[in-house]
């Protein structure tokens, strides 16, 4: 860090309030504070970083084991440089309010570095070394690396145990790199770690099917009085077995006309386009020349 800890100020949580932390922060000489319980906004800046950092970089996959803590410490060791060096952040400058309308102006943003540097509690020996770092740093290195080490914690998220050998997306030049901005919003979402999976389609029942036993007298109905409603065919249903239905099944009768009426409409109007297509296979054939004369005309003269 370019300037010194003074103090750390933590939530309730067991991984921060316990003796490891207590004993380091009285070795070190730094102050160590909580925060009241059920009160995030008194956290809010960290709350706030970890929505627009830690979140947008690593995704809500989850992580267990020490092979993934090393990928997740690699992930981190990679955007910490990338996030302080070269992503520039707004500051709330000042926020006032009139009745219900409230007026919030921001400072010029700026990245991490650049605060460090203006800041006037910082040894100049300290702001050298961070300049000569930053001269010495690549961004399109660091954020391709960025996108290695976030595959890797996509792989460790969707299999439980980090690959041996993990596909990673090529290296491009600035150039290439340059070029693709202007349509990279086309690529949609770049970040490996989130990718959603393919959902598989839900065609299994869950539950017993309770109009199994009594779908072809339905049917029977629905072909008969093709403009009744569902409920009206309920209505029967629980005139017919009281002891089997009830309102509670409206809802999946009336899910299971629709379709019936989807599928049948569907049906019909393939069979109307099919007849067509004969129709016009028909006409064509019937204007077709016969094979004698081939559609030709012999002129003689005498």
Excluded at 133 to 145: E, M, T, V
Aim: aromatic letters at 8%.
């Amino acid at each position: 860090m370019p300037f010194p800890l003074r103090g750390l100020d933590c939530d309730n949580d067991s991984a921060f309030m316990n003796e490891a932390v207590f004993d380091f922060c009285k070795a070190t000489g730094i102050e160590l504070t909580r925060s009241r319980a059920y009160k995030k906004n008194d956290q809010a800046w960290v709350e706030q970083k970890n929505g627009s950092v830690v979140r947008r970089l690593v995704g809500y996959g989850r992580l267990r084991g020490l092979e993934d803590t090393e990928a997740l410490a690699t992930l981190y060791a990679v955007s910490r440089l990338y996030i302080n060096f070269f992503q520039p952040s707004f500051k709330l400058k000042s926020k006032t309010r009139h009745g219900a309308r409230v007026t919030k102006h921001y400072e010029a943003p700026l990245t991490p570095l650049e605060r460090v540097l203006r800041s006037t509690s910082v040894p100049e020996a300290t702001k050298r070394r961070l300049r000569a770092q930053f001269r010495a740093l690549d961004p399109l290195d660091l954020l391709c690396r960025m996108r290695e080490a976030q595959h890797r914690v996509a792989q460790c998220s969707e299999s439980g145990t980090a690959p041996k050998e993990a596909k990673t997306p090529g290296r491009v030049s600035l150039a290439d790199f340059l070029a693709s901005l202007g349509t990279a919003w086309q690529d949609g979402e770049v970040r490996p770690t989130h990718h959603r999976k393919a959902r598989v389609p839900h065609t299994w029942r869950s539950r017993e099917d309770p109009f199994e036993h009594t779908w072809p007298t339905i049917q029977q109905w629905l072909e008969s009085e093709p403009g009744i409603t569902a409920k009206k065919l309920h209505e029967r249903l629980v005139a017919l077995a009281p002891a089997m239905y009830s309102g509670a099944q409206l809802r999946t009768l009336q899910r299971r006309v629709k379709a019936w009426r989807s599928n049948r409409a569907r049906e019909l109007v393939t069979r109307i386009l099919g007849d067509a297509d004969a129709v016009k296979a028909g006409a064509a054939t019937q204007h077709q020349p016969s094979p004698q004369n081939n559609g030709t005309v012999t002129i003689t003269r005498e």
